[in-house]
């Protein structure tokens, strides 16, 4: 049975084929939300478009690249002519980069890691902010990691990355005015293909699923949910 609590929110998540995306776009579709999926990997968004429709919600389907700048820019008079206002954006696309030492970076990798985990979500945020103020409680979420604020050796592209996306979401949230609300999750560890590419040993059944975090996103998408600029961490497993 479909929950009715998003019922007639238009939510857009971007990497929404995989991972906490795919999870996040599941459960606010199960909550009454259009959900706009957009990602890279159609065969992912395909078989999102399956799961939501067979469990009666409703998805549309948004094949981008974020890092191609003339896509992003078409992108918000496609779904004002579609859907008129946006009620809720999930900035969870991001990309974990090299994990190497200062030295060694490359200056082609930092900026691959930073136009995906910063510059996208920036365009994205000054692009989509005119749909956001037309709906009544708009709600921004921000996927983030606790590499931002506790400091490993060999993350510094990532760290940095995420450190700079912390801040761009909570001095949005500072600049409103109206009813938009906007947030950061952090998922903490995760059974997504990024985790497994940073702890490629790991035993994925010991850390959080992602349909753990999907849900937590999904309550912050709430229009009840009235925090501003804080950062909301999901329960790190014992030992993690």
Do not use: C
Not at 132 to 145: D, F, Y
Not at 182 to 201: I, Q, V
Not at 222 to 237: H, I, K, N, S, Y
Request: proline share 6%; no cysteine.
């Amino acid at each position: 049975m479909v929950s009715p609590s998003l019922q007639g929110r238009n939510v857009l998540v971007t990497g929404a084929s995989r991972g906490i995306g795919y999870a996040a776009a599941v459960e606010a579709a199960r909550r009454g939300a259009h959900v706009i999926a957009l990602a890279r990997t159609v065969s992912g968004l395909e078989k999102l478009d399956d799961e939501v429709k067979s469990a009666g919600g409703s998805v549309s389907l948004l094949p981008a690249d974020l890092t191609d700048e003339a896509s992003l820019t078409r992108l918000p008079a496609a779904l004002e002519q579609r859907f008129e206002r946006l009620d809720a954006l999930v900035l969870n696309a991001g990309l974990l980069g090299p994990l190497t030492s200062i030295a060694d970076l490359q200056g082609k990798e930092w900026h691959e890691t930073f136009t995906t985990n910063l510059h996208a979500n920036l365009a994205l945020l000054k692009l989509l902010d005119p749909l956001l103020q037309r709906s009544e409680g708009a709600r921004v979420v921000g996927v983030t990691s606790r590499a931002a604020r506790v400091i490993k050796p060999f993350w510094g592209a990532y760290a940095a990355s995420k450190a700079a996306f912390d801040a761009l979401i909570q001095t949005y949230a500072a600049e409103q005015q109206g009813g938009l609300r906007a947030n950061l999750l952090d998922p903490g560890p995760t059974a997504t293909s990024m985790r497994k590419e940073a702890m490629p040993g790991e035993d994925p059944s010991t850390i959080t699923p992602p349909d753990v975090v999907g849900a937590r996103i999904a309550d912050m998408l709430e229009p009840g949910f009235d925090a501003q600029g804080e950062t909301v961490a999901v329960p790190r497993p014992e030992g993690k």
